[in-house]
């Protein structure tokens, strides 16, 4: 596994976010296999095939900077035909002493995610999302605790925001975050699914400055009111549903 132990990583930087809940991916009609040295697992054939390529280490210039990108040396796994991507990223380097400081994203998310797999609660306050972003969900709604091949997780369906916005289909996520059994690899998956009630994309930009104040002071309130409309919705009442989805983070095996 690239020569150390590993992260499975699918998710966001700024960059990355836009492109990862852009195109969601179909309704499956056949089932084939990626295979490579470091992964693999199951996916419809309405994604497209799927390419891994290295991505070099980036990690933290100074403590005192945004981790935006701060990653070790890692894998990134994306679909021809869809936006969702997966990356296999290390959570320790062998004879590296400074990791932990190089890349503090990674250790702290290992650190969170822990507790959460561990006690299965039903409404988890939060989740951890890698790539690390400066950006929040208001909620995580179908929350739900999987097994995969040699991995447990937790999926759940999220909106991540730099400022409060309005909910829409453009930027609604399904997303998988986990930990191996063994423990050495972290497993985050992230995949554009729609909401037929949500539109498309955000008309906020066009509110007036009055309009956009009231939406802020009621922003709790309007984002609880979503969330329980999503939690209303069946597995199979989203597009994708979630059941596909499903399929794929639990035929995930992390090869060591």
């Known amino acids: 596994m690239i020569?150390?132990?590993?992260?499975?990583?699918?998710?966001?930087?700024?960059?990355?976010?836009?492109?990862?809940?852009?195109?969601?991916?179909?309704?499956?009609?056949?089932?084939?296999?990626?295979?490579?040295?470091?992964?693999?697992?199951?996916?419809p054939t309405t994604?497209?095939?799927p390419t891994i390529k290295k991505i070099k280490a980036a990690p933290l210039a100074n403590p005192d900077e945004k981790p935006d990108g701060v990653a070790p040396e890692h894998?990134?796994?994306?679909?021809?035909?869809?936006?969702?991507?997966i990356w296999i990223i290390p959570t320790e380097e062998k004879g590296n002493k400074k990791f932990h400081d190089a890349y503090p994203p990674i250790d702290n998310a290992v650190k969170s995610l822990g507790p959460i797999l561990q006690k299965k609660a039903a409404s988890p306050k939060d989740i951890p999302f890698l790539p690390w972003g400066d950006w929040s969900s208001p909620f995580f709604a179908h929350v739900k605790y999987l097994n995969a091949k040699n991995a447990n997780l937790v999926r759940f369906i999220a909106e991540y925001q730099i400022e409060p916005d309005v909910l829409s289909n453009d930027r609604l996520i399904y997303a998988a975050q986990g930990l191996t059994t063994d423990g050495k690899y972290y497993i985050s998956i992230s995949m554009p699914v729609?909401?037929?009630?949500?539109?498309?994309?955000?008309?906020?930009?066009?509110?007036?400055?009055?309009k956009i104040e009231k939406f802020n002071a009621d922003?709790?309130?309007y984002t609880a009111s979503q969330k329980a409309k999503l939690e209303k919705l069946a597995d199979?009442?989203?597009?994708?549903?979630?059941?596909?989805?499903?399929?794929?983070?639990?035929?995930?095996?992390?090869?060591k």
Do not use: H, R
Not at 10 to 30: E, G, K, N, Q, R
Not at 75 to 85: N, R, T, V
């Open 75 to 85: 894998w990134e796994l994306s679909f021809a035909k869809s936006s969702g991507k």
């Open 3 to 43: 020569g150390k132990q590993v992260i499975v990583w699918a998710v966001l930087s700024l960059s990355v976010l836009s492109t990862i809940i852009s195109t969601p991916m179909l309704a499956a009609s056949t089932w084939t296999t990626f295979k490579s040295a470091d992964i693999t697992f199951d996916y």
């Open 236 to 255: 199979t009442g989203y597009s994708p549903s979630l059941v596909e989805l499903d399929k794929l983070v639990q035929s995930i095996t992390v090869k």
């Open 194 to 210: 729609k909401a037929s009630f949500l539109p498309e994309k955000s008309d906020l930009p066009k509110w007036s400055k009055d």
């Open 47 to 49: 994604n497209g095939s």
């Open 219 to 221: 922003y709790e309130k």
